[in-house]
């Protein structure tokens, strides 16, 4: 089978990909975990199973290429293997461990582990952030299940794990998980001054009127390019509430309007959003006014919050910035708003925000 320099060289010889050093030093340590388990496994009554090899724990900045990486390991391999987000597999064993406590399980994190061990030999995580402090004191336990039943992890991480949970709540307790981590696992920075998701909106337009099948086709094609055509949902927890993005990869987020600014969110939710994410699709805005008052007005704080933070912003809308609110309480201050989105559509605050 080809090796994953070979793999990605060919990749780079179609046009699909751009070199990228910092890239080609991180495929080694896939290709050594890739290699490892394509070794056949000699059987015997008295043979002991052999050590699995070391994951990989791939960190740096956005847009960066890791996520790339890691499917192109994943497609590669030959052995049961799951890619997914780590935020999302986190929600799913929260889900199993509820359900097996309301059958009277005491201690359920050991058959919840033992069922994903049965079912995969490497777990594939995208974007590894622990926030949450029911996250934290769990994880010590699954990966020390996961790791002894022979579980290969390789993950994604914008942080070191140093900072994983980084000034959380009872973050002494959290701590032992690091150190597993750092003995299971290769920890390897991806070093690169180059932002490929910039490359793909570099002059690209992102704010489309009208908000009609043309825009949604115009926005189908950037999604699939900063994408790769992989999805998820993903849950964001804000003081026990939910934000909940039907779509989401990779720092990247998609979702109608009205799922944003339809709904009682406020400002702590939208600047959770914007630490979140560095893209944000936003899709059917419509004409603000009298009629849908409360919207604009979430929509105002929705932008605020994403300006600040420097993320991209491609939308659809019923009308130009500076006709989305002509009449009605708050269409003065609404060119600031209208201003904000003018200047988010310029090729510098691509650059900006892909900077950050």
């Given amino acids: 089978m080809d090796s994953l320099h070979d793999i990605y060289q060919a990749r780079v010889a179609s046009g699909a990909l751009k070199s990228d050093d910092a890239q080609l030093a991180a495929l080694p340590e896939l290709e050594r975990i890739r290699a490892e388990l394509a070794q056949p496994v000699k059987r015997g009554f008295f043979r002991k199973a052999p050590e699995p090899p070391k994951g990989l724990y791939l960190w740096g ?20 293997a799951r890619r997914v987000h780590f935020h999302a597999f986190m929600q799913e064993i929260h889900t199993d461990m509820h359900r097996l406590r309301s059958d009277g399980v ?9 069922a994903v061990s049965d079912a995969v030999r490497v777990l594939a995580f995208d974007e590894m952030q ?5 996250d934290a004191m769990i994880v010590g336990r699954l990966f020390e299940q996961l790791f002894a039943a022979g579980c290969v992890v390789v993950t994604t991480s914008n942080r070191i794990p140093d900072d994983l949970y980084k000034d959380g709540l009872n973050r002494q307790l959290f701590v032992p998980f690091i150190g597993q981590l ?6 390897k920075e991806l070093v690169s001054e ?3 998701r ?12 009208p908000a009609d099948s043309n825009a949604r086709k115009q926005i189908d094609v950037l999604w699939d390019e900063l994408t790769h055509g992989l999805e998820e949902p993903l849950t964001l927890h804000v003081k026990g509430r939910e934000v909940k993005l039907p779509r989401y990869h990779n720092g990247v987020a998609r979702a109608p309007f009205y799922d944003l600014c339809g709904k009682m969110l406020g400002p702590g939710d939208y600047l959770k959003l914007a630490e979140t994410v560095r893209v944000l699709m936003v899709e059917d805005i419509p004409q603000l006014g009298r009629s849908n008052f409360n919207e604009a007005k979430r929509f105002v704080t929705l932008v605020d919050a994403l300006y600040e933070a420097g993320v991209c912003l491609i939308a659809s809308a019923a009308a130009k910035p500076e006709m989305l609110y002509v009449e009605g309480s708050g269409s003065f201050e609404f060119e600031r708003t209208a201003s904000r989105l003018r200047e988010m559509q310029s090729a510098e605050w691509g650059v900006r925000a892909f900077k950050k």
């Avoid at 900045?61 to 049961?80: C, E, N, Y």
């Avoid at 622990?130 to 029911?134: G, L």
């Avoid at 750092?182 to 920890?187: I, L, Y």
């Fill in 130 to 134: 622990i926030t949450d402090i029911t």
């Fill in 198 to 209: 910039q490359d793909r909106l570099q002059g690209a337009q992102v704010y489309f009127t």
């Fill in 182 to 187: 750092k003995e299971k696992m290769v920890v």
């Fill in 61 to 80: 900045g956005v847009g960066r290429g890791k996520s790339m990486l890691m499917d192109l390991f994943v497609d590669a391999l030959d052995v049961p």
């Fill in 194 to 196: 180059r932002d490929h």
């Fill in 106 to 114: 005491e201690d359920p994190i050991k058959p919840v582990a033992k």
